[in-house]
């Protein structure tokens, strides 16, 4: 695989995903799914949720069309062959598409897959498919449509509404769950799909200095191994149950996510 993130030539699922999210994608569309989802009642474990990847295929996703589950395994292990000392690092490589169980469970993909960005400003004009935009009401109120919108100058990051997606259903599962993951993982979860931040550079003026200096830094390091993963070899399902039961089980009970979760 030589070209990744190639959106000019792709699969016509993609384009469509991306221009059913533009143009539903309003503030109104994010805070209803956040009272969905954070009144959820299902209970599951990290296992049960791998599992239930093992029949998801992101329509967003212009480089691989196989099962999500082989992905989550490549960049835990992508990461963990790095050598890294950070035993937490692998771990989020795991996770950090496990909300992308919400589609299994009826979701529409366009309110759970591709990349992210703030609602309630403007939208910016990196952002893939930036066109689709033209059929978002937000596009035309002007509480929302200015450079600023409802958000103040260099705010941080966590206090922006961010698109609904499986990153920020994930990040708020293990806050509701208590997880011990370091902030920087936690964060590489949340903001992993913001591409149009941390490749382009967009929404700068919205940032502030720990979200430049410490966030972006941690979140590009992981996007090596979330993207560049997906040309490795494809892991098998015995392989997967051996590095489940002698590596990532046990990162899962030390970091407090390891029995029934509440999604």
């Not at 929302?144 to 599962?173: A, P, Q």
């Not at 979200?211 to 979330?226: P, S």
Request: net charge negative; with cysteine.
């Amino acid at each position: 695989m030589t070209e990744l993130r190639d959106f000019t030539s792709t699969k016509s699922d993609v384009q469509n995903t991306y221009s059913l999210q533009h143009s539903s994608m309003t503030m109104d569309a994010v805070a209803r799914s956040q009272k969905k989802w954070s009144g959820s009642q299902i209970i599951m474990t990290i296992k049960n949720a791998l599992e239930l990847l093992e029949t998801f295929v992101d329509e967003s996703d212009p480089d691989v069309d196989t099962e999500n589950v082989y992905h989550a395994f490549q960049t835990a292990e992508s990461i963990r062959k790095s050598n890294t000392n950070l035993d937490w690092f692998p771990l989020v490589g795991l996770i950090h598409d496990l909300g992308k169980v919400m589609s299994v469970w009826g979701e529409p993909q366009w309110l759970v897959v591709g990349d992210t960005f703030p609602v309630g400003c403007k939208f910016d004009k990196s952002i893939v498919f930036s066109e689709s935009f033209g059929d978002n009401p937000d596009t035309h109120d002007e509480r929302y449509n200015t450079k600023f919108g409802i958000y103040d100058e260099h705010c941080g990051l966590d206090n922006l509404t961010m698109s609904w997606g499986h990153d920020e259903y994930m990040y708020r599962v293990l806050r509701r769950n208590n997880a011990t993951i370091p902030n920087e993982g936690m964060n590489m979860i949340r903001y992993h799909s913001f591409y149009p931040w941390h490749t382009s550079n967009a929404y700068r003026h919205l940032t502030d200095e720990y979200d430049e200096t410490i966030t972006k830094k941690w979140v590009n390091e992981f996007n090596k191994h979330d993207l560049y993963s997906k040309a490795d070899d494809v892991i098998d399902k015995q392989k997967m149950e051996e590095l489940w039961k002698e590596v990532y089980e046990p990162l899962c009970v030390k970091y407090n996510i390891g029995g029934e979760l509440m999604w």
